[in-house]
Each structure stands twice: as C-alpha cells, then as structure tokens.
C-alpha cells in the first residue's frame, strides 16, 4: 500500500480567502505560497492518485487564521463521509492562537482525526518554546502524531531577504532544519517522549550538516549549553543521546520534486524505518501522477531490504496511523 503522507487540500473559501486566484501570495515583500485552484478540486486529487499509483493519502493544511483552521476541519468532515478509504486527515492548528485547542479538540474528539499539523514558528515562536508546552502535554494525552509543515512566513532571516525566491528554495527550508534540532537540544523530546513528530521536507535537509552537529556536541560536551547559558535538556554521553533522540523523529519525503539525491543523503542519517513517502501535491508534481510514478519506481530501485522500501512507502505512515 503506498501512502502519501504530505497532500495539501483545502476548502475553495480557504483559497479565496488568499486571493482566490492562481499565481504567488506575496507578504513582506516575500513569496509565500503559489495558489493552485486544484487545492480545492477534489477530482484531480484522485486523477494524481490514479496516475501516481498511489492508495491513500494523509491530507493536510496550512491555514493562516483560526477561522481557517475551523473551515478545513469541517471540509475534511465533508470529505471523510464521501471517500471513507482514500483520505486520512490530520487537524491544522495554530497552537499560540486564541480558540485554537477547540479546534484541536473538534478534529479529534469529534471527526476522529488522526494527528494535527502545526509549523515550527508559531506567532514568532520556535518549537522549543516553553509557550508551546499546553500544546505538547495535550498531543502527548491524545497519543497522536505531530506533523511540522514549513512555515510559509518565516521570521528572523532578514539575511536570505532578496529580489529572487529564496524563500521557498531556502529559507524554509533551514527553518525547519533549525526547528528540528531545537525539538532535541531545546528539551521538547526530553520532556515529551512520547510524543510523535514528523517532520517535513527530509528535516529541510538536516541530514547534510548532522555529522557536523553530532560532532560539536561531541567535543563541547556540557558547555555546547552552558557557554550559553543553557542547561543540558539530558545527560552524557551527549553524543549518543543527542542522536538516540534523534532517531525517534520521522521525516517525509516531500519538496524535493522528487528529487533521489536528497532521499539518498536523508538515508545516510535517517533509518529507513523513519522515511514516510510524500509528495506536497499539488504545489509539486502534475496532476496526471506520472512524474511521481517515475519517482515510486525510483524509491523501490534503493539498495534496500525491500520491507524497508515499502514501509517508506506506506508501511511506516501506516504504523503511525495506527
């Protein structure tokens, strides 16, 4: 079974209330998002799976309000009862936001949602903020899965500002790298070990720069945190138990257009058993499929065990959906 962990569908209100039109959304002087009007049409969602070859797919989104929180959630209500086998659904959540955890609550309680997404800056916040730690102890009673979308307006990289789309290439990219690491040296996975996190991207690519972390942990040892200021959030040997925490994380596989050098860096830090197939349909890939049908047969030409290479398929997500 092949499950498709990233796919973005929103209700058309949603989309209109962006500017209802194709093209780029613009904030800051930043791009944050191309619009797809496929978003909303449900139909070329299963024409892509069709062509894709792909069985499920877990639907997310990434609303900008509350309001838009509480519009996807009842969409995807809508859609559960007319294709009850092809979409699971996870509940957006802006979790510094007033009114926010009635959402949450709405999704799970009531629509039987199978986790929440949320970005890693939340109101200018980073993961490992102790604002977002209600959040995390109400996730860790739920027992359900986290998944941290990038963030479509970052803050505090005023240095990637520039007259061509760094945003979208880059600077997102190493925000979730960031938060990522922030989610094991900042604490949350120290206090939360039970909590599920999937993140997205491959970790923005976190894979290329990890053994130089590990490293530095290594050789600082305690002072990594204490020169400044900090605390260890756990205790020696900080190496192995910086990646100990590590290794718990999932990653999809998502925003590189099917790109295999990144699947194939992302294995040499990241267990096979912790890779979740994705596509971010449909701001990647056409809605025909056959680019990504190209990138399944890709996946399953991996020097891999071939239980490996179907749990990054669909095996792995499947076990998190439970």
């Known amino acids: 079974m092949i499950i498709d962990w990233q796919h973005h569908m929103s209700p058309r209100k949603v989309y209109e209330g962006r500017g209802g039109q194709g093209g780029v ?23 892509f799976m069709a062509g894709a070859g792909i069985d499920a797919c877990v639907i997310s989104s990434s609303p900008i309000s509350v309001d838009q929180c509480r519009m996807c959630n009842e969409y995807y209500h809508e859609l ?65 899965p986290i998944f941290i979308h990038v963030s479509g307006h970052v803050l505090g990289y005023d240095a990637y500002d520039a007259d061509y789309n760094l945003n979208i290439a ?26 599920t996190f999937v993140i997205s991207h491959l970790g923005g690519g976190i894979s290329s720069t990890l053994e130089r972390i590990e490293r530095y942990i290594d050789v600082r040892g305690e002072k990594f945190w204490t020169d400044c200021g900090g605390t260890p959030p756990f205790g020696a040997p ?30 040499t830090t990241i267990e096979p058993n912790r890779i979740l197939f994705g596509t971010d349909y449909p701001y990647n890939f056409h809605t025909d499929g056959k680019d990504v049908a190209r990138y399944i047969q890709d996946i399953r030409g991996l020097d891999l065990a071939r239980d490996e290479i179907n749990g990054m398929l669909g095996g792995n997500a499947a076990t998190i959906l439970g």
């Open 25 to 47: 959304v613009i904030r800051d002087g930043k791009v944050t998002i191309h619009l797809k009007k496929e978003v909303y049409q449900v139909e070329k969602h299963l024409e």
């Open 80 to 144: 559960g009862s007319q294709y009850p086998d092809k979409f699971f659904y996870l509940t957006p959540c802006l979790p510094l936001n007033e009114g926010a955890f009635d959402i949450l609550d709405q999704g799970i309680n009531e629509y039987g949602y199978k986790g929440v997404i949320i970005s890693p800056q939340n109101a200018g916040e980073m993961l490992d903020s102790r604002r977002l730690w209600p959040f995390y102890e109400k996730m860790s009673a739920y027992n359900l």
């Open 170 to 195: 880059f600077t997102r990219e190493a925000d979730i790298a960031l938060n990522t690491l922030r989610l094991i040296l900042g604490g949350v996975l120290t206090a939360f070990p039970d909590l």
């Open 238 to 267: 900080y190496r192995e138990n910086f990646r100990r925490l590590f290794d718990t994380l999932y990653f999809d596989m998502a925003g590189f257009e099917g790109g295999m050098n990144a699947v194939k860096c992302a294995l």
